[in-house]
């Protein structure tokens, strides 16, 4: 007993004490000159502004939905037990998404400094940056499910509160984060680049400050919040699979596992951080060595953790099966969005004959690169259902939970890597905002030229990142399921009945809805900047001419106040929805309703993801000089079809993935209650 609760507990302390040895490695580094300074400190200032103002919305929020769980679940028992933890799950993802953030902005300048010396340096304090988050994650996500599991007496079921809590919290930081970046990203370019033909992030532009504030608050803050939800909630799936194998084994390691298999994966990223080094021509390649030397480590972990507590060779397998396709889908991710590939290129030289062309070959692109991820997930299923099989088959257990629970395992080897994965995506919005301080500050072109190349990088890091956030939500889709399965005591989901049958339905529905809902929000909002830049090029004599500063704080104003506003009702929507499909159509219906929302979700947030990034570094690659460069007609033809791609890939793509999310753990949560339905 002392062993399965002292490791996690190690685990999560050791992530948050690197953590906190990468925080201080990056404020020790100087900041940069006046003019960096001020861009710096704008920024950081802006993001902690639009900050406050969002978590006092989704806390107002979480604080109704604690008073109604604790009517609903903890007034009868006198303890409340559902609705702290819902409250606990809903603080922590914001403070992961708070963390993250405080850093990423710390090191944004100091990489645009540091490229002054070489390369090397900058790659180290954006990386080192971007995996605080990343640790810091993993660790108070470990620690929390950790914690709260022991003091509730070792049910995992008592605990599912918290994952609702940080689902919930995920989806309002992920979608007001996403509207309120894509909201001045589009502004910026499509006024300032087509319109006006400034650079990107040219200072004369009022919208430059709230695109990478946006950084920070939509790709830092709220994807900071949405992996602590997707590996808390992950956790507790496969807890409660594990509990119903102890109940048969008695054998407790088949509950705390995930919690073991976690400390594991720290320590593999905390080893392979340091192979993020050396002389390099492209700034992946470091990244990727260290995400190779990560995966490798957290493989022979895996296997003498599989070795020393569940004994069976075969879960280690399914382990090892989640590992593979992490990877495969990584490659399959950077295939689709990098410059050095087919898709990218084709909408390159698409955007030779203009906008219409751009965004056709796009759209293709984006819906061409599902088709992987699915087969991988579909084999990665398969497989790691075959052997969980054999391992129940082996010690005289009924399959089909053995299969589940190698499902389960399968995601926890894919888990294993989430912190430098979680790193790699922090990188991307660091790189980011340092190009835009070296543009902003009027930086030498030879240090603007550096910090280019690593931008290109981040924005292949973000879309790779992304990809796996979704595979993994793919693969946990079973085992969530199943554990919606035990909660609701559901044997079988019969989906010939009608009323299964429209659950279904409704399911597949309501991801479309909910992109509908998001991609609206940002145009919205997109359209009052683009008429607030318009207003100021037009009324602040001499701004396009450099003799006067644009209003910063008014294109601030108007991403902050539109995301507030927009993402209240796709917030509320999938809250909402499950809630009455369970009500009125039953727990099955509910189980049939959670499939076809996965489906549907996994499928459509991978084509938001990919298509979107694809059409991002397009235009990277002929900003790099391809078919006449900046300026040129293709290269207005590519900001156009950016800009088309930026809310499916910086908004709705990643709400998408929480949603799936919230839907399976908001079933969990009141799944002993949908017994009780009109139609029961």
Same mark, same amino acid.
């Given at each position: 007993?002392?062993?399965?609760? !002292?490791?996690?507990?190690?685990?999560?302390?050791?992530?948050?004490?690197?953590?906190?040895?990468?925080?201080?490695?990056?404020?020790?580094?100087?900041?940069?000159?006046?003019?960096?300074?001020?861009?710096?400190?704008?920024?950081?200032?802006?993001?902690?502004?639009?900050?406050?103002?969002?978590?006092?919305?989704?806390?107002?929020?979480?604080?109704?939905?604690?008073?109604?769980?604790?009517?609903?679940?903890?007034?009868?028992? $006198?303890?409340?037990? &559902?609705?702290?933890?819902?409250? =606990?799950?809903?603080?922590?993802?914001?403070? @992961? $998404?708070?963390?993250?953030?405080?850093?990423?902005?710390?090191?944004?300048?100091?990489?645009?400094?540091?490229?002054?010396?070489?390369?090397?340096?900058?790659?180290?304090?954006?990386?080192?940056?971007?995996?605080?988050?990343?640790?810091?994650?993993?660790?108070?996500?470990?620690?929390?499910?950790?914690?709260?599991?022991?003091?509730?007496?070792?049910?995992?079921?008592?605990?599912?509160?918290? /994952?609702?809590?940080?689902?919930?919290?995920?989806?309002?930081?992920?979608?007001?984060?996403?509207?309120?970046?894509?909201?001045?990203?589009?502004?910026?370019?499509?006024?300032?680049?087509?319109?006006?033909?400034?650079?990107?992030?040219?200072? +004369?532009?009022?919208?430059?400050? @709230?695109?990478?504030?946006?950084?920070?608050?939509?790709?830092?803050?709220?994807?900071?919040?949405?992996?602590?939800?997707?590996?808390?909630?992950?956790?507790?799936?496969?807890?409660?699979?594990?509990?119903?194998?102890?109940?048969?084994?008695?054998?407790?390691?088949? %509950?705390?596992?995930?919690?073991? @298999?976690?400390?594991?994966?720290?320590?593999?990223?905390?080893? /392979?951080?340091?192979?993020?080094?050396?002389?390099?021509?492209?700034?992946? &390649?470091?990244?990727?060595?260290?995400?190779?030397? &990560?995966?490798?480590?957290?493989?022979?972990?895996?296997?003498?953790?599989?070795?020393?507590?569940?004994?069976?060779?075969?879960?280690?397998?399914?382990?090892? &099966?989640?590992?593979?396709?992490?990877?495969? =889908?990584?490659?399959?991710?950077?295939?689709?969005?990098?410059?050095?590939?087919?898709?990218?290129?084709?909408?390159?030289?698409?955007?030779?004959?203009?906008?219409?062309?751009?965004?056709?070959?796009?759209?293709?692109?984006?819906?061409?690169?599902?088709?992987?991820?699915?087969?991988?997930?579909?084999?990665?299923?398969?497989?790691?259902?075959?052997?969980?099989?054999?391992?129940?088959?082996?010690?005289?257990?009924?399959?089909?939970?053995?299969?589940?629970?190698?499902?389960?395992?399968?995601?926890?080897?894919? !888990?294993?890597?989430?912190?430098?994965?979680? $790193?790699?995506?922090?990188?991307?919005?660091?790189?980011?905002?340092?190009?835009?301080? @070296?543009?902003?500050?009027?930086?030498?072109?030879?240090?603007?030229?550096?910090?280019?190349?690593?931008?290109?990088?981040?924005?292949?890091?973000?879309?790779?990142?992304?990809?796996?956030?979704?595979?993994?939500?793919?693969?946990?889709?079973?085992?969530?399921?199943?554990?919606?399965?035990?909660?609701?005591?559901?044997?079988?989901?019969?989906?010939?009945?009608?009323?299964?049958?429209?659950?279904?339905?409704?399911?597949?529905?309501?991801?479309?809805?909910?992109?509908?809902?998001?991609? +609206? /929000?940002?145009?919205?909002?997109?359209?009052?900047?683009?008429?607030?830049?318009? +207003?100021?090029?037009?009324?602040?004599?001499?701004?396009?001419?450099?003799?006067?500063?644009?209003?910063?704080?008014?294109?601030?104003?108007?991403?902050?106040?539109?995301?507030?506003?927009?993402?209240?009702?796709?917030?509320?929507?999938?809250?909402?929805?499950?809630?009455?499909?369970?009500?009125?159509?039953?727990?099955?219906?509910? /189980?049939?309703?959670?499939?076809?929302?996965?489906?549907?979700?996994?499928?459509?947030?991978?084509?938001?993801?990919?298509?979107?990034?694809?059409?991002?570094?397009?235009?990277?690659?002929?900003?790099?000089?391809?078919? $006449?460069?900046?300026?040129?007609?293709?290269?207005?033809?590519?900001?156009?079809?950016?800009?088309?791609?930026?809310?499916?890939?910086?908004?709705?793509?990643?709400?998408?993935?929480?949603?799936?999310?919230?839907?399976?753990?908001?079933?969990? %949560?009141?799944?002993?209650?949908?017994?009780?339905?009109?139609?029961?």
């Amino acid at each position: 007993m002392v062993f399965e609760i !002292l490791l996690p507990l190690f685990g999560g302390i050791l992530a948050l004490a690197f953590a906190g040895y990468l925080t201080w490695y990056v404020v020790k580094q100087p900041i940069g000159t006046p003019a960096m300074v001020k861009i710096y400190q704008a920024i950081r200032t802006g993001s902690k502004a639009y900050l406050r103002r969002q978590y006092k919305t989704i806390s107002i929020i979480s604080v109704i939905l604690a008073v109604i769980l604790y009517f609903a679940f903890d007034i009868s028992r $006198g303890l409340p037990l &559902t609705s702290f933890a819902f409250l =606990i799950g809903a603080a922590f993802s914001l403070i @992961a $998404g708070y963390v993250g953030m405080e850093v990423a902005t710390r090191a944004n300048a100091r990489t645009t400094y540091a490229a002054r010396l070489g390369v090397e340096q900058p790659l180290r304090i954006a990386f080192y940056g971007g995996l605080v988050m990343g640790l810091f994650n993993v660790g108070l996500s470990l620690l929390a499910v950790t914690i709260l599991f022991n003091f509730y007496g070792q049910d995992p079921t008592l605990i599912v509160g918290l /994952g609702f809590g940080a689902s919930l919290s995920a989806l309002f930081a992920q979608l007001g984060g996403g509207i309120y970046t894509k909201a001045a990203d589009i502004g910026a370019d499509l006024v300032g680049k087509i319109e006006a033909g400034i650079p990107e992030d040219d200072p +004369r532009n009022p919208a430059v400050i @709230a695109d990478n504030v946006g950084d920070n608050v939509g790709d830092v803050a709220g994807r900071g919040a949405d992996l602590f939800e997707s590996m808390t909630g992950e956790n507790i799936g496969a807890m409660i699979i594990g509990f119903t194998l102890f109940a048969l084994t008695r054998n407790f390691y088949f %509950v705390v596992f995930p919690l073991l @298999a976690r400390a594991v994966g720290i320590v593999a990223t905390v080893l /392979g951080a340091w192979f993020v080094r050396g002389k390099f021509k492209d700034p992946f &390649t470091p990244l990727r060595n260290g995400m190779i030397a &990560t995966t490798v480590i957290a493989l022979i972990g895996f296997y003498i953790l599989v070795s020393q507590t569940l004994a069976n060779i075969n879960l280690f397998y399914a382990g090892m &099966t989640g590992m593979v396709a992490s990877v495969l =889908i990584l490659l399959t991710t950077e295939y689709y969005t990098s410059k050095k590939y087919r898709p990218v290129n084709e909408i390159a030289i698409a955007s030779k004959t203009g906008p219409a062309t751009n965004i056709i070959s796009g759209f293709a692109v984006g819906l061409e690169s599902t088709a992987l991820p699915v087969i991988i997930i579909s084999i990665t299923l398969l497989v790691s259902f075959y052997f969980g099989q054999l391992f129940a088959a082996s010690i005289g257990l009924d399959t089909h939970i053995g299969g589940v629970y190698g499902t389960a395992i399968a995601t926890m080897g894919m !888990l294993s890597i989430a912190g430098m994965i979680l $790193g790699l995506d922090g990188f991307g919005p660091i790189v980011d905002n340092a190009a835009g301080i @070296a543009e902003m500050s009027k930086s030498p072109k030879s240090l603007r030229d550096k910090i280019d190349e690593f931008d290109a990088v981040g924005n292949t890091t973000k879309a790779l990142t992304k990809g796996y956030a979704m595979g993994s939500a793919g693969l946990a889709a079973l085992l969530l399921f199943q554990a919606y399965l035990e909660i609701a005591q559901v044997s079988i989901v019969d989906i010939i009945l009608p009323k299964n049958i429209v659950g279904l339905f409704l399911g597949a529905l309501l991801p479309f809805i909910f992109v509908a809902f998001s991609i +609206r /929000g940002v145009g919205r909002a997109a359209f009052k900047m683009v008429e607030e830049v318009r +207003r100021q090029f037009k009324q602040i004599p001499g701004l396009l001419k450099g003799k006067a500063e644009p209003d910063y704080s008014k294109a601030i104003d108007i991403s902050t106040l539109s995301a507030q506003k927009e993402m209240i009702l796709p917030g509320i929507l999938p809250i909402v929805m499950p809630l009455l499909v369970g009500f009125i159509l039953g727990k099955e219906a509910i /189980g049939a309703f959670l499939m076809g929302a996965t489906l549907t979700g996994f499928i459509l947030a991978m084509w938001l993801n990919t298509g979107g990034g694809a059409w991002d570094n397009a235009k990277k690659y002929i900003e790099s000089g391809k078919f $006449g460069g900046k300026g040129s007609e293709a290269h207005k033809a590519s900001v156009v079809g950016d800009t088309v791609g930026d809310p499916n890939k910086d908004c709705a793509g990643p709400s998408v993935h929480v949603l799936i999310k919230l839907l399976n753990t908001i079933t969990l %949560v009141f799944g002993p209650l949908f017994a009780f339905s009109l139609l029961a």
